[in-house]
Nanobody
Framework: QLQASGGGLVQPGGSLRLSCVASGFSFDHFPIAWFRQAPGKEREGVPFISSNDGSTYYTGSVKGRFTISRDRAKNTVYLQMNSLKPEDTAVYYC????????????????????WGQGTLVTVSS
């Protein structure tokens, strides 16, 4: 089970940190991704941590602004979001799968079987 939290209202240029806590399994051995979905838009993959070597990947629109990290002791994955823009407004979901996810499919939401409940991020002045 995944539990996401940390969303809220923030002004443009501000920062938020989202958390995703796993229960019942360890994040250590599985791929992890954050997705977001804005109203009327497709669910979009944002960052990804590979289960193979812990490498991280970011979609172009957030590169340099967002950072995904993992705290093994707390079995928690974080998404640090800086320099937020109105277009970052969306419901954010963490996701994982019991099988390795390759970089060829890491942005495909159908590739992940386990999802957190979503947390709303609103960037507005």
């Amino acid at each position: 089970q995944l539990q996401a939290s940390g969303g809220g209202l923030v002004q443009p240029g501000g920062s938020l940190r989202l958390s995703c806590v796993a229960s019942g399994f360890s994040f250590d051995h599985f791929p992890i991704a954050w997705f977001r979905q804005a109203p009327g838009k497709e669910r979009e993959g944002v960052p990804f941590i590979s289960s193979n070597d812990g490498s991280t990947y970011y979609t172009g629109s957030v590169k340099g602004r967002f950072t995904i990290s993992r705290d093994r002791a707390k079995n928690t994955v974080y998404l640090q979001m800086n320099s937020l823009k109105p277009e970052d407004t969306a419901v954010y979901y963490c996701a994982t799968d019991l099988e390795p996810v390759t970089t060829a499919t890491m942005w495909n939401h159908w590739r992940y079987d386990y999802w957190g409940q979503g947390t709303l991020v609103t960037v507005s002045s």
